[in-house]
């Protein structure tokens, strides 16, 4: 009896691993995500030689509870190509770690009026008491999220890099202008690249 059961088992076993390998190898990804900006598709450097400029432009003012969100115009080339691909790096940490996202240039302008957008909202809302959550934000194609929202009176501008494991960020809404004006500043640097030698960017 023994024997049949082992013999059961041996046949059972036999059957379940190709079918289990097979599953393993169909589930598994085959390849990684592909990036979502052409900045991010220019800086993949698998197989090539790429050449990567980060300029730093400013950051949001220090916080006890949050790290600033710090905003870099970004230029990435190749040296077969001759026409380099522009945008903005933006990091966010919440004083545990930091993650980045990049914003291509064709997404700049579309911010800048999102955040104009979000100004002149925080004006209008400032002496309106809120009796339910209320957020205004601007997303890119790189998971950055920025924008503020208001529970009474109070208003909390926030920026995040992801989604799942998303890391976030809070700042006191009188530092969105400030972003607006960051973000413009790197739009002005990439348009006139010759001048980011001598921009005066901030460290």
């Not at 209320?134 to 503020?148: A, M, P």
Request: with cysteine; aromatic share 8%.
């Amino acid at each position: 009896m023994r024997s049949r059961v082992c013999a059961f088992a041996f046949l059972l076993l036999a059957m379940t691993i190709p079918a289990f390998a097979q599953s393993t190898a169909t589930d598994s990804p085959v390849a990684s995500k592909p990036p979502a900006t052409k900045l991010g598709e220019a800086a993949d450097d698998i197989g090539d030689v790429v050449i990567k400029e980060f300029i730093p432009i400013g950051r949001t003012a220090y916080r006890m509870t949050t790290a600033p969100v710090v905003f870099e115009a970004a230029i990435i080339s190749r040296p077969d190509t001759s026409e380099p691909v522009r945008g903005m790096r933006v990091t966010v940490s919440d004083n545990r770690i930091s993650r980045a996202s990049l914003i291509d240039f064709d997404e700049m302008g579309t911010m800048i009026k999102a955040l104009d957008f979000m100004i002149a909202k925080l004006a209008e809302w400032k002496d309106v008491d809120k009796v339910s959550y209320n957020e205004i934000s601007f997303s890119s194609r790189d998971d950055f999220k920025i924008g503020f929202y208001q529970e009474g009176k109070k208003q909390t501008g926030f920026a995040t890099v992801g989604i799942i494991g998303a890391v976030t960020s809070t700042f006191n809404v009188s530092d969105l202008p400030n972003v607006r004006d960051l973000t413009q500043q790197a739009l002005d640097l990439l348009m006139h690249p010759e001048s980011a030698a001598s921009s005066g960017a901030a460290q």
